[in-house]
Structure formats: structure tokens, C-alpha cells
């Protein structure tokens, strides 16, 4: 009992040590020996080395659908692996799951706790999926993937979901998650507001799928696919960024199977680093229907030939989180004019689909801004494509959504999700899924 309480004030305080070094950075104008710049006035002009979307390599212009598809899109994509999150490995693996189901919320919905192994050993790297389905569900539903930081029995406070594990970092060991608390009874309000509106609703802990820390390669799936005598993945091959967006394209494979998911009308979300996730699974995945993208920042929707909060060098720097993208991506943190790509063009390759990328106005280290103009800079993409762009120019007052098929929501305050977030996000959903 003493070492399951420990275990929970340890995640509690990972998580606040998290919340609290987003918060505490944009008061520091040196991180990790690297200057951060604030000043708008000094962000520089992103505009005058920002790749088009819609220009190919050899100069030609895209004027078609077809164009886009067949040719500038697969290109972008390819940039993308080889550049910054990195390439996934070319042969699936052979899924194995089991599925338990019964009553979730004191009856009133079908829980489903599916594990999806991606190695032939009980042992090895797998993934814990917790599924809720309206109990009064007439057929197939849609549904929303939450990418969450913790095990599923402490993200959800609902009697009978099956402990998780959390790593530790410094041993590289992971334990029992059983919460010495009352967990997640906010989130059983959002679950419970997406039911009454006849979605479904899933999470996962993305560190079941890879750990989230460097020298964490042994440990994951990105361990299971090493080439011979290696001990790290190649330059241009997957970081855990792109580990955990593959970990979620298999789980996608299971909402195939499953008779009670309309796996046509999948939404995924994740905040920070899983707000970069998202991002690049909508970007590398296409049947994911929607993206719902919380403070993905540098790295993710923002653009990074702004200088201005967090940067390329701040996240590559060897202390930091080099381990989250491919090796190649390091190259750029001392000239990011050199970088093939930006995050217009990670915005881009998601239409035509519905996207909302939701931040915060104090969140300057992920650089809200930023994110808007690189969504209005991909908007050319999705009109390409028959959608509505942002339909607007200039950043939003704050709590007022931009609901169109390309959507920018910005709360009151800083970085990560708040309640009035997940309104949005079931507004976006009712009106695009």
C-alpha cells in the first residue's frame, strides 16, 4: 500500500513538475545555454524562406487535386521522415489483442479494456486501450482517441479498469500504477458529455507504446525493429514522436475489427508532445478522420522559422529531447532556414480533413501565434481541396473558436487542456465528425 502511494504522489508530481517547467519557462530568457526570444518585434520574417505547399521540389506549381495527392503531398510526406519525426518501420507487425468487456459508469455504458500486443511476447511492448461505447448505441458509433500521460486506471475513475504501468526515468524500470487517490473524475465528466452525444471515447497511455525519455530505445517498439548492430534507430528513422503515432495507427487497425466503432470517423487528441503526436498521426495516417491538436508548439502546428519561444535547438539540445525525433532533425537547430519543412506543411497534409488546433494565450513557449499563421498559411491547401480555410487573417480574441473545417480555438491562459477546451473539442466533433 505504502509503495502504490508513493508511486502516485510520484506521477502527481511528474506532472506538475511538467505543468510547472511549461509555465516557468517563458520567464526565463536562457534554456538549456540557448537564448529565448519574446519579442515579437525580433521573431523574424518566417515568411521570406517558408517552403509553399503548394510548389514542388523541381519549382512546378500545384493547381489540381490531383497534383496534390499524387505527387506534392507524397513528397511532403517524405520530407517529414526524413527530416524531422522520422521514418516507421515498412512491414507491420502481426497483432495479437485481447478485449474484456462489461459495464463502465455504474451501467450506463459498454467498457471495452483492449490490449494490442505488437510482439509475439506476452512481455513485450503492448498497449492498454480503455473504450467506452453508448450503452444505447444503435449501431456503429464515432469516436474520439485521447493520447493521455497517464495509465488508464488513473486517467478514468471507474471501478475495474485494469492497473497500468508508469516508467521511471532514472532506473529505466516501470511499476504498478494503482493510484492511492481518487483518479480522473474530470475526465469522467468529458467521457460522459461525448457518450450523451452518441460518440464513443478511448484513451491510452503513450508510454506503453515507447517511453518518454532518452536511452529509452531498448524499452519500446522502436526496440523490436533495430537493424542488425545498432543500437539507435538510423538518422532518418522513427523518434518517439513517430513510435507513438505508429503504436496509435495499430491501434487503428483494431477499430477496424470492432463491430461497435465507426472506424471511418475516428478523432484523435493529445496535449504538448502528444499535441506533436497527433499531429503527425493526422499528417501519416489517413484514416484518421479528425485532429484535435492541444499546444503542439514547436515541433508540432507552430512554425519553426519564427523565432519566438520554444525552437528547434531548444528541443534537439542533448539534454532535452533529441530522442523524440529523428536524428536528423538536430542538423536544423543552428539554421532552421535550411529545414526542408515547416508546420504549414504539417498542417497541409491533414486536409481536406477537419483540424482544430486549440492553445493558450500565456502558452508563449508553444507560441499560439505561431500556430495560427501556420494554419492560415496551409488554409491554400484545403481550398485546393474544396474546404473552407480559417476564414480569417488576424489572431482571434481569445475564447472565441474559429469553427471551420481548418479551426483555431485559444482559451484564457496557459498551456495543456481545460474544461472549456473539451466543450470545443465536442462542438468541432458534432459539427465535422
Not at 473504450?131 to 444505447?136: D, F, G, K, M, T
Not at 469522467?188 to 503513450?206: P, S, V
Not at 538518422?235 to 495499430?250: C, K, L, R, T
Not at 504549414?344 to 502558452?363: F, K
Request: charged residues 20%; proline residues 7%; neutral net charge.
Amino acid at each position: 500500500m505504502k509503495k502504490n502511494f508513493l508511486l502516485f504522489l510520484s506521477l502527481l508530481f511528474a506532472c506538475g513538475l511538467f505543468m510547472s517547467m511549461q509555465l516557468k519557462a517563458q520567464d526565463r530568457t536562457v534554456i538549456a545555454g540557448i537564448p529565448v526570444n519574446y519579442d515579437e518585434s525580433q521573431a523574424g520574417d518566417y515568411r521570406a524562406t517558408l517552403p509553399d505547399p503548394l510548389v514542388m521540389l523541381n519549382g512546378k506549381e500545384v493547381t489540381t487535386a490531383r497534383q496534390w495527392y499524387d505527387k506534392r503531398r507524397p513528397e511532403i510526406l517524405r520530407l517529414f521522415e526524413e527530416h524531422q519525426y522520422g521514418k516507421w518501420p515498412a512491414k507491420k507487425p502481426k497483432l495479437r489483442y485481447t478485449v474484456e468487456e462489461d459495464l463502465g459508469f455504474e451501467g450506463t455504458a459498454i467498457r471495452k479494456q483492449v490490449t494490442v500486443f505488437f510482439s509475439p511476447n506476452d512481455d513485450g511492448p503492448k498497449v492498454d486501450v480503455l473504450i467506452y461505447i453508448p450503452r444505447n448505441a444503435s449501431g456503429p458509433v464515432p469516436l474520439l482517441l485521447n493520447l493521455s500521460f497517464s495509465a488508464n486506471n488513473i486517467t478514468v475513475n471507474d471501478p475495474g479498469i485494469k492497473p497500468g504501468t508508469a516508467w521511471d526515468a532514472r532506473s529505466k524500470t516501470r511499476s504498478v500504477a494503482t493510484a492511492g487517490a481518487r483518479p480522473g473524475s474530470r475526465m469522467n465528466d468529458y467521457i460522459k458529455a461525448f457518450l450523451a452525444e452518441g460518440f464513443g471515447f478511448a484513451t491510452l497511455n503513450y508510454t506503453d507504446i515507447d517511453p518518454d525519455f532518452l536511452g529509452g530505445v531498448p524499452f519500446g517498439v522502436r526496440g523490436l525493429y533495430l537493424k542488425p548492430g545498432r543500437k539507435e534507430p538510423a538518422p532518418d528513422e522513427w523518434g518517439s514522436i513517430s513510435a507513438w503515432a505508429w503504436g496509435v495507427s495499430n491501434v487503428m487497425d483494431y477499430f477496424e475489427k470492432d463491430p461497435s466503432i465507426n472506424a471511418k470517423r475516428i478523432a484523435i487528441t493529445g496535449a504538448s508532445r502528444l499535441g506533436k503526436t497527433v499531429m503527425w498521426t493526422g499528417a501519416r495516417e489517413p484514416r484518421v478522420a479528425m485532429v484535435l491538436a492541444s499546444c503542439s508548439g514547436e515541433g508540432g502546428a507552430a512554425i519553426s522559422r519564427r523565432n519566438y519561444g520554444e525552437t528547434v535547438a531548444h528541443l534537439t539540445e542533448g539534454s532535452r529531447y533529441p530522442y523524440q525525433f529523428a536524428a536528423n532533425y538536430g542538423k536544423y537547430g543552428a539554421d532552421v532556414t535550411k529545414l526542408p519543412v515547416d508546420a504549414n506543411l504539417l498542417v497541409a497534409l491533414i486536409a481536406p480533413r477537419p483540424l482544430l488546433l486549440q492553445t493558450g494565450t500565456t502558452d508563449n513557449w508553444s507560441d499560439p501565434g505561431g500556430e495560427f499563421f501556420a494554419a492560415a498559411e496551409a488554409g491554400k491547401v484545403y481550398r485546393l481541396l474544396g474546404k473552407d480555410d480559417l476564414g480569417i487573417t488576424e489572431l482571434p480574441a481569445p475564447d472565441q473558436p474559429v469553427f471551420h473545417t481548418l479551426g483555431y480555438f485559444m482559451h484564457e491562459g496557459g498551456h495543456g487542456t481545460i474544461p472549456l477546451d473539451w466543450e470545443v473539442y465536442l462542438e468541432f466533433m458534432k459539427r465535422y465528425l
